[in-house]
């Protein structure tokens, strides 16, 4: 008989950025169910240390830990305290939509310090750990949809996403050897704490829906099951690629 696909990550250690709420809070749950040593990390310790102290009470292993991942020096540190490191997901992420000409250099610094550059050390000081371990790993990079195609009032967001959907890929040709592999997930508008604003607008939420073919916007658990099949061994042949949870959207 054919083996059943393997999701299970018992024995490995998981870093999840961006933990605190939403998407990356979702994920270390899910991870931790599934058998990880997860380690969540954000700025707000309060949070964090609330979804830790959840998955703990619920029987699985978590730690918190209260760190800005734009501080490249303070994740290296944290990576390299680590036994090993088998998963990371870089999840955190920000947005300022605005119209392209009103783009300031501010607000640039903004969003693609957090959404690439801290993406990009982070992946770094990650692989090098991972390397170092010789067990190989899964880097899962938390896109977007508009890593895929443009939008109004969103060219900044664009431009770092469509700019980590290229980073994925070199990175995957250099880290293969090492047995890393490196992916992308790429939600449409999943309804959490920072898209809440957005949706708000009953204009801006019938013309997203419109593009949706499915009709809905996403939840939460509609990318837990992404992240978790790129974390195993499921998706052992997967690298330098992306999963486009959009609904449709990117389909025309």
């Known amino acids: 008989m054919t083996p059943a696909p393997d999701f299970s990550l018992d024995g490995r250690i998981a870093i999840v950025t961006g933990a605190g709420r939403g998407i990356g809070r979702a994920v270390a749950d899910v991870y931790a169910r599934a058998g990880a040593d997860v380690r969540l990390l954000a700025r707000t310790g309060s949070e964090i240390e609330d979804a830790a102290g959840e998955i703990r009470a619920a029987g699985f292993r978590a730690e918190a830990a209260a760190i800005d991942v734009t501080d490249g020096g303070a994740f290296r540190g944290y990576v390299a305290s680590l036994p090993r490191l088998d998963i990371l997901v870089n999840n955190a992420g920000t947005n300022r939509p605005g119209p392209f000409l009103d783009v300031s250099e501010e607000d640039f610094d903004h969003v693609a310090g957090l959404n690439l550059r801290a993406a990009f050390f982070a992946m770094q000081a990650a692989a090098s750990r991972m390397a170092e371990g010789g067990r190989g790993g899964s880097i899962v990079n938390m896109s977007s949809q508009m890593g895929h195609v443009g939008a109004r009032n969103r060219t900044l967001y664009c431009a770092t996403k469509w700019a980590l959907e290229g980073l994925t890929k070199a990175a995957s040709l250099e880290l293969a050897a090492h047995g890393i592999r490196v992916n992308t997930i790429c939600p449409t508008f999943v309804e959490t704490p920072m898209t809440k604003p957005f949706l708000e607008d009953e204009t801006f939420r019938a013309d997203c829906l ?14 837990t099951g992404a992240a978790l099949f790129l974390a195993s061994d499921a998706s052992s042949l997967m690298t330098g690629t992306h999963m486009l949870i959009d ?3 990117t389909a025309e």
């Open 210 to 223: 419109a593009r949706i073919k499915l009709g809905r916007f996403g939840s939460v658990s509609d990318i």
């Open 247 to 249: 609904g449709g959207w």
